[in-house]
């Protein structure tokens, strides 16, 4: 059996490998083709760019956070009724979690997901030296099949043959198109404030113009035809998103422009294991449901949105009641950030927050912390307990406690070391890192299962339509 999918990776980061990325996906687009876009690692800005431009949810496969088995249940679930995959890569083909192994790199997941890679050259300044790259990259790793070869920001036509023709005659393989120059074609800056401007539709002209110039100097007709290789299985067994049971509680996500870095698949295995969502939004003042047994505040980026969120007195108010009440919740990054005091951005200016954990954020210009976190639970986290669940960190965030002293929610490890971490308060478990459910999808099941005891808990005379039978 066979399916269409492609790896769109890059030498390394700056290539350019998300701009062609789009232009792909919006020129299938044009042609009729439905489109499931892919983000290897962890990333919310580059899937909800695929987003914008396919009209379905991306989704992120991650050769470290998920087993083999897990990422294919990712994948199988996420290309379901798609013509094509298209998977985008990170930083450089080989690079991952480790600089002795393709781990958690494009390459691995191209390997998991028997997909050919097109690999994106940047040839500014390079004609024949183009081909020594693509070779090498051949030749590092015999193993992952680069399949053709897109040569971006190139001169002139003139440019393109000379690095067409060094590369098929030294390398073997098709250069199957290219993008010039441009500079109506320059990728926005990946700002915080970029996924708010995405999803008004700012930027649906940019998508459009790119997916035009694909059609005119790449052969689309080749790509699919490198594209099309051997079906991916489904796995062998129940798949985590399978529903597991009937509905069982209501969880509140929190989602607007402030709140909307969430794993789709983190929703879904909610969903299957008995959670009805319901999207509140705190930037807008909206207060928590009543009818929530459980909540849930995702990364984002608060800090860009401070003024605002701080202006949402009655809407922060319930979040606070009802985090003080016991609402078993999960609070991820800008989610944890929401959940302090105040939040000093860079300018200098305090904004108060809930007031839930005691303490400040304060904003720096510098990157506070990045990499993958392997997390295990402390003594009461209701989450975790027994389990490990993986996720990552991507911050600019410094968290300054209060006097008060609050009990870390977890032990985390990476490759710079191990410490406790997080914070829990009352039924609240929060904290930097944005956990992926698929790693470890049992915390779904214990987080529905406190949600249900804490919805029995409320007493007689609350009205639901939802079954509580097991």
């Known amino acids: 059996m066979k399916e269409r999918k492609i790896v769109i ?65 990712v994948f199988t ?17 080989f690079d991952g979690k480790s600089p002795e192994s393709n781990r958690g790199s494009a390459a691995e997941v191209s390997a998991m997901t028997k997909s050919p890679v097109i690999l994106v050259v940047n040839c500014v300044n390079m004609a024949r030296s183009a081909a020594a790259v693509v070779k090498g990259f051949q030749l590092f790793d015999e193993e992952t099949e680069i399949a053709g070869v897109i040569a971006n920001e190139v001169g002139s036509d003139g440019h393109y043959r000379l690095v067409k ?24 800056e990946r700002h915080l404030g970029l ?3 995405i ?35 489904a796995v062998d067994g129940p798949t ?29 295995i909610l969903q299957a294991h008995g959670a009805e969502l319901i999207e509140f939004s705190p930037l807008r003042g909206e207060r928590v449901p009543h009818e929530a047994d459980g909540l849930y505040l995702g990364g984002g980026f608060p800090e860009e949105f401070a003024s605002r969120l701080a202006a949402q007195e009655e809407g922060a108010a319930s979040v606070r009641e009802a985090v003080q009440g016991g609402l078993p919740t999960l609070a991820e990054c800008g989610g944890f950030m929401y959940l302090t005091d105040s939040i000093e951005t860079t300018d200098g200016e305090t904004h108060p927050m809930t007031g839930v954990i005691p303490g400040k954020i304060r904003m720096q210009e510098n990157l506070a912390a990045i990499g993958y976190r392997e997390v295990r639970g402390r003594s009461g986290n209701f989450l975790l307990e027994d389990l490990v669940v993986k996720g990552h960190e991507f911050h600019y965030a410094v968290f300054h406690p209060g006097e008060e002293q609050v009990p870390a ?3 985390t490890e990476d490759t710079g070391g191990a410490g406790d971490a997080g914070y829990l308060m009352y039924n609240a478990v929060a904290g930097f890192p944005h956990f992926h ?34």
Not at 84 to 93: A, F, P, Q, R, T
Not at 165 to 188: F, H, R, S
Not at 440 to 464: I, L
């Open 195 to 197: 996924v708010p401007a």
């Open 165 to 188: 023709t060094a590369i098929e005659q030294e390398c073997g393989i098709p250069v199957i198109g290219y993008l010039k120059q441009e500079p109506g074609i320059q990728m926005p």
């Open 9 to 73: 990776a890059g030498t390394g980061s700056g290539t350019g490998k998300t701009t062609v990325t789009l232009g792909l996906m919006a020129a299938l687009k044009k042609r009729g083709e439905t489109v499931q876009g892919f983000k290897c690692g962890p990333d919310y800005i580059d899937p909800a760019f695929h987003t914008a431009v396919t009209g379905r949810s991306s989704r992120n496969l991650d050769s470290w956070m998920l087993t083999p088995s897990q990422m294919t249940d």
């Open 77 to 93: 679930n996420g290309k379901r009724d798609a013509d094509i995959s298209v998977i985008e890569g990170v930083m450089g083909l």
């Open 409 to 411: 929610a977890y032990h």
């Open 437 to 470: 459910f698929g790693s470890c999808p049992g915390v779904a099941e214990k987080w529905v299962e406190k949600c249900t005891a804490y919805r029995k808990g409320k007493g007689e005379g609350y009205e639901t339509d939802i079954d509580l039978s097991e």
């Open 240 to 268: 985590m998103f399978e529903t597991k049971r009937e509905r069982q509680a209501r969880i509140a996500v929190a989602k607007d422009a402030a709140f909307n870095f969430y794993y789709p698949e983190n929703l879904e």
């Open 199 to 233: 999803e008004r539709g700012d930027l649906d002209a940019f998508f459009d113009r790119l997916g035009d110039l694909v059609l005119e100097t790449v052969d689309v007709d080749r790509l699919l035809e490198i594209a099309e290789t051997e079906a991916v299985e």
